[in-house]
């Protein structure tokens, strides 16, 4: 008598699992930073075109998480707040999410190139392939500072949203990419410490998992004071009002106050780590509030 093993049949894809490839959560903020890099650029964009700047950036963050999901799927499998994801849960297979991740990455730039200029679609196509080949590829299987050197993808958005306005870079942008560059390792160690054995189980070399929490409360406060030092910057130098300068100020006070909260934890347990969680969840509110401040200043003060 001989047996046989049944293999799960991959279900037929709905939109909605192409819509949850593209990671539609973390876009909102990649949109949102796009959209005021290009709202604080010294020009006016035809509101055509600018919608269709903030859309290619929308999509191009789509392509990204896509691959991401493609080439990570046997993490995803593992993890518990990722395995129900379209491909570990099989309702879509591999190949599709490839070629939906290529398709729409490769449609993104065009499409920017055309409508705007080319400069602004070199940087958004260095900031798909940086997020899929430095970060996913290379780094974050392999070293605990995956989340530090792959934080430039993340910071990108303003840049090209700047760039597809002006068609340069300029220090405000390059700014803008500094602050979401160093604010990316205070936000998301803040999370892995509290799911570090997601990671420890996947076999991800986050901080927390190969360093543990006390040296990962350390590093956070040592990143989030260059990020509040680059969040202030533009004020002092001339390149933002008052409005978005006290707000740069008053929240990264609060951020700064979090992170030292984090630090004088003792707690190595998941459900003790309020401050972890609350910095975490303060941190995404801090970058729409740096942001959005960023345009009201140059609304109100221009």
Not at 55 to 81: H, P, T
């Amino acid at each position: 008598m001989t047996t046989t093993t049944a293999t799960p049949r991959t279900l037929p894809a709905e939109w909605r699992d192409f819509v949850e490839l593209t990671k539609p959560k973390v876009m909102r903020l990649v949109v949102f930073t796009g959209l005021c890099g290009l709202l604080a650029a010294p020009v006016t964009m035809h509101p055509v075109l600018a919608f269709t700047a903030v859309l290619c950036i929308a999509l191009g963050a789509g392509a990204a998480g896509a691959l991401n999901q493609w080439y990570e799927s046997d993490i995803d499998a593992v993890m518990k707040r990722t395995r129900s994801r379209p491909l570990p849960a099989g309702r879509m297979d591999r190949e599709s999410a490839l070629h939906f991740g290529v398709g729409l990455g490769i449609f993104s730039v065009l499409l920017m190139g055309l409508a705007t200029n080319w400069f602004a679609a070199g940087v958004l196509a260095v900031s798909i392939l940086f997020y899929v080949l430095v970060y996913t590829v290379w780094l974050k299987r392999r070293t605990p500072q995956n989340i530090v050197i792959g934080g430039a993808a993340g910071a990108f958005p303003p840049l090209v949203g700047w760039a597809a306005a002006t068609g340069q870079a300029d220090l405000l942008p390059l700014l803008l990419f500094a602050i979401v560059f160093l604010w990316t390792p205070p936000h998301f160690w803040a999370l892995s410490m509290f799911v570090r054995s997601d990671y420890a189980k996947a076999g991800v070399p986050m901080l927390p998992v190969v360093a543990g929490v006390g040296a990962t409360r350390v590093q956070i406060v040592l990143y989030s004071l260059p990020m509040a030092a680059a969040a202030v910057a533009p004020w002092p130098l001339g390149l933002a009002g008052a409005v978005y300068g006290l707000a740069a100020v008053a929240f990264s006070l609060i951020f700064l106050a979090l992170a030292f909260r984090v630090l004088v934890n003792r707690s190595a347990e998941p459900a003790e780590m309020k401050p972890e969680k609350q910095l975490f969840a303060f941190s995404i509110l801090y970058l729409f509030v740096l942001f959005g401040a960023l345009v009201a200043d140059k609304l109100l003060m221009p």
